[in-house]
């Protein structure tokens, strides 16, 4: 299965210009890199959720020691609990695109178009000046990452294609979706 949009006329859009449409308001929020003391917080953001691959909390602060350029970690200000988790990297045979690894959202922040967000304070990022692409692999039944890719294709009026990648088959024992590829770009 392959997925692709219409062609489209790339425009030339800087990428604080959507986050201006967007009305980045942080004023709730403070956004920054991750670090290692963020891990356990994230691990258990993601436990939270439930819907996500809860991988080793190891993983996660290895996750926001080594690939915090290309991760961010959202603080509510008033209860300084992390709502919100994006861990990233740039791809090492496609250095033009971030691989969005996970993306974590507080049950109570959802709807407030964090997601969003946080992805383009990633792409604003010196670290992403040279990525034009962003990847993803999601699960079929998981619609809000299905309408956060699509949703950064509409806000850059770029192309999207989603193709498959892993099957249930690949994966150990039973009970895992597929993960189809989005690919969304060229984003500048």
């Not at 996750?63 to 915090?68: D, G, L, N, Q, T």
């Not at 994006?86 to 709807?111: C, M, N, Y």
Request: aromatic share 10%; hydrophobic share 35%; net charge negative.
């Amino acid at each position: 299965m392959i997925l692709v949009n219409e062609t489209r006329e790339v425009l030339s859009i800087n990428i604080s210009e959507v986050a201006d449409k967007l009305k980045m308001d942080s004023t709730n929020y403070h956004f920054r890199k991750p670090s290692k003391n963020d891990g356990a917080e994230a691990w258990e953001l993601v436990k939270q959720i439930g819907n996500l691959d809860l991988n080793s909390s190891y993983s996660y602060l290895m996750w926001c020691e080594i690939f915090s350029d290309t991760s961010i970690v959202v603080k509510d200000k008033e209860s300084q609990k992390v709502v919100g988790f994006i861990s990233g990297f740039i791809h090492p045979d496609k250095t033009d695109t971030l691989f969005i690894w996970q993306v974590a959202v507080d049950e109570s922040q959802r709807g407030n178009g964090l997601a969003t967000k946080m992805l383009l304070q990633l792409l604003d990022r010196e670290v992403c000046n040279d990525v034009h692409y962003v990847e993803a692999t999601v699960s079929p039944s998981n619609t809000p990452s299905k309408r956060l890719f699509f949703g950064l294709a509409r806000k850059f009026n770029t192309n999207w294609k989603v193709s498959d990648y892993f099957t249930a088959n690949d994966f150990p024992g039973t009970g895992h979706e597929d993960e189809l590829l989005f690919r969304i770009g060229p984003l500048k």
